[in-house]
């Protein structure tokens, strides 16, 4: 008589609401990119502006010589601007596999045979990335300002700027959403996350090369509606209350992001099946 | 279409009127067809529309027409709930990257509503049921095909689904590995009450696991019933090798209703309706100037029912 039973017995014990499973998703996807040691160095490299900005502060509120320093709304903006480049590596490093590698392995089939609909397939996938890119960008923005507004030693700088603190969250969420949707869209269409990556740059590059040397041509920057980094930038500057950098309209700006988004919504539709029909 | 008598207990799924279209391609053509309780084998070459059925009843593919019923909810209308109460083993080679056997099955459970410890205990627990203990901490992407066959099965067990879908389940493994597969499926089917639908072009597959089949051809059902009823008494089929014109003979026996499969040693199987027996095949035979040279009573096979049910369409 075997001491342990391992064969097949009947499971009676609780059930989770199926509905969460995206969160299930997200967190096996959140844990499995903190365990490389490769990401968490570009997660630190992505905080050393903070720690200079927080130093910057530091010295500005105690070393009154140094007043000068003290940081404003266009610095503000400024420190958006410079994580801009971490959000584009966090975005190629983390989301250019995130259901590329799925479809390398069929494993799209695997996940929508369980009670899970597609929208919650993407939003689970989507977690993923968004977490890291606001890791990146609102928290140390948000940071910055809880962290200036205690060093001021009264309540005149937070009360003169609390703008900034719906500026840097819908900021932050514009450029979020807008490089995690075109990431997983472009994710969805090939079983490559090498080749996805280098689309993403290709779009991201390409774009902005295409404007600056028609910016060269023409002398004009109302071009600058083709750069989807432009159009980024023009949108930000907007939130933040900042002079606009190029001539083109920001409705222009909204309506190629607002584009650029519907166009990638419509590819995750088609792509993100159980099964590919082709005819 | 050859049908048995319908099963006592209701459908586990039922299909009515169910078509589904691939561009111009027809891949189910208005199947109306019940799967019973217990193991159903689904069969047919390749190409009859097996996979296209379970994709359908996954929600994977929307029929143009028809309804679909599973454990008695509308897959149109209850995708959801039917998926959380189903198992599917899909044939191509699939998983989760970047995961060990364990994680991956503990995660397939927790998807399917497991909390994280249960999904845990539930993932070793079905890992050793088949035959991956030993190996669960390997990374699945360094898995032989038969390995990978083996976690596809845990995958889909992992939730104690309520009806399990087998697509393809022995593809690409060894003759020993596929004995191993094939006597767990006929377990989880005969002794641990799980309902299961086994889809396959290996007729033995499938009357080793299953009690009941349904024969797809060209998108249609050709056959459903119990294997038994199917397979018709014993001693109604015989082997026959004849000399002499034997398209005339052939023809003979198709207008006394003596239906026949040649087999690939040059012998033909007959399968003999009620009333007639092996001295009216002597008969016919000597009618049309025809030699029987042997004849044998034979034990009807799945293979028979297959052939049958093809050769009607």
Redesign the interface.
């Known amino acids: 008589m075997p001491i342990h039973d391992q064969s097949y017995r009947r499971y009676g014990g609780r059930r989770e609401d199926v509905r969460r499973a995206w969160t299930v998703i997200a967190q096996s996807g959140i844990m499995t990119l903190l365990k490389r040691r490769a990401f968490l160095g570009l997660l630190l490299v992505a905080w050393l502006p903070f720690i200079v900005r927080a130093v910057q502060i530091f010295i500005a509120a105690n070393f009154p010589q140094a007043s000068i320093l003290a940081m404003r709304a266009e610095q503000y903006r400024a420190f958006f601007d410079q994580q801009g480049i971490f959000v584009f590596f966090v975005t190629v490093y983390v989301g250019a596999g995130l259901i590329a590698n799925d479809r390398r392995a069929n494993a799209l089939q695997l996940y929508l045979a369980r009670p899970i609909t597609r929208a919650e397939y993407v939003a689970g996938k989507m977690a993923i990335l968004v977490t890291f890119l606001l890791a990146v960008t609102l928290l140390p923005g948000l940071l910055l300002f809880l962290l200036q507004a205690a060093f001021a030693g009264s309540f005149a700088f937070a009360r003169e700027n609390i703008y900034l603190v719906p500026a840097m969250t819908i900021f932050s969420l514009v450029e979020v959403f807008v490089a995690a949707f075109t990431m997983l869209a472009l994710s969805s269409m090939s079983n490559s996350n090498r080749f996805v990556g280098i689309m993403y740059t290709g779009i991201v590059l390409f774009t902005d090369a295409m404007y600056a040397a028609l910016r060269g041509i023409t002398g004009s920057s109302a071009v600058a509606w083709m750069s989807f980094p432009a159009n980024l930038a023009q949108i930000g500057d907007l939130i933040f209350r900042q002079p606009l950098r190029h001539d083109v309209p920001v409705a222009v700006s909204l309506i190629v992001i607002a584009a650029l988004l519907a166009v990638s919504l419509s590819v995750l539709e088609r792509k993100v099946r159980g099964v590919e029909v082709v005819t | 279409m050859i049908t048995a008598s319908p099963p006592t207990e209701g459908p586990v799924i039922s299909l009515d009127r169910v078509s589904v279209r ?4 027809r891949a189910l053509a208005g199947v109306t067809a019940g799967f019973a309780p217990g193991a159903v084998g689904l069969l047919g070459p390749n190409g009859a529309g097996k996979s296209t059925m379970l ?1 359908a009843l ?4 929307k029929p143009e027409e028809g309804t679909m019923r599973v454990l008695g909810l509308d897959v149109a209308e209850k995708p ?2 039917i ?2 109460r ?1 198992g ?1 083993m ?1 044939e ?7 995961m060990n056997a364990v994680s991956f099955v503990a ?2 459970g ?6 994280a410890v ?1 999904a845990m205990q ?1 993932a070793h ?2 890992l ?2 088949v035959g991956l ?1 030993e190996a669960r901490y390997r990374n699945v992407e360094t898995y032989s095909t038969g390995m990978k066959q083996r976690l596809k099965l845990a ?1 889909a ?1 992992v ?2 689904p309520d009806l399990l879908f087998l697509d393809e389940p022995t593809n690409g493994m060894d003759p020993k590995g596929r004995d191993e597969i094939l006597e767990l499926i006929r ?2 089917g005969h002794h ?1 009450r799980v309902n299961l639908i086994l889809s396959s072009h290996l007729l033995p597959d499938v009357e080793y696991t299953c009690d009941s089949v349904i024969v797809m051809d060209k998108g249609a059902v050709a056959a459903q019933g119990p294997i038994a009823e199917l397979k018709g008494p014993a001693g109604r089929v015989f082997e026959l090798r004849v000399k002499g014109d034997l398209p005339a003979f052939l023809g003979v026996l198709e207008r006394r209703g003596i239906q026949s499969t040649a087999t690939d040693e040059d012998i033909l199987r007959i399968f003999v309706p009620d009333g007639m027996d092996a001295r009216d095949v002597f008969a016919l035979a000597r009618d049309s100037a025809t030699q029987v040279r042997h004849l044998r009573p034979s034990i009807p096979s799945l293979e028979d029912v297959f052939a049958r049910a093809l050769g009607e369409q």
């Open positions: 691939y561009g111009r391609q994709k996954l929600g994977f593919i959801i709930e998926r959380a189903i599917y899909p191509s080679d699939s998983h989760i990257p970047g995660y397939c927790q998807l399917s509503g497991l909390p249960e539930r627990e079905v050793y049921y203990g995958q067990l939730h104690d377990d989880l641990k």
